[in-house]
């Protein structure tokens, strides 16, 4: 049963998020491969737009985020990825891992945007070897 005294982060919550702005060239999609965008962050939640529309989400719980950008090519290259992170509250009432609980809480909070990177992942095939 949901513990009534946690809410999720509204649209407002997140009007007041920290902004960060993703520029993807060209070259990333020059492969046939999916490109990945690989946030190691620390905070409460995030969101993902390109060009204005949620394209992905994710409540923090110590693994990088990792959002496919193949699908959205075109409107990422035209509009770039802006994300929109919130931060951890020392008293929050949900559950992290001890493995991924930050240590520290500067001024009862933490946000850490620790790297954006891009990651090609190259496809793989699988294919039926029927021998008879």
Partial sequence: MPNPSVALPTDADFEQAAVYRVTVPVEAFAGEEE???????????????????????QFWYGPAWEIGLRRFREEILEHGIEVRLLPLREDAPVF???????????????????????????????????QR
Avoid: C, F, N, Q
Wanted: no cysteine; aromatic share 4%; net charge positive.
């Fill in 35 to 57: 490109v990945l965008l690989r946030l190691d962050w620390v905070g409460d939640a995030g969101r993902a737009h390109v060009g204005g529309r949620l394209v992905a989400d």
């Fill in 96 to 130: 992290v891992s001890p493995k991924a609980r930050p240590a520290a809480y500067p001024g009862g909070s933490v946000l850490e945007l620790r790297s954006v990177t891009l990651v090609p992942m190259p496809r793989t095939v699988i294919t039926e070897d029927v």
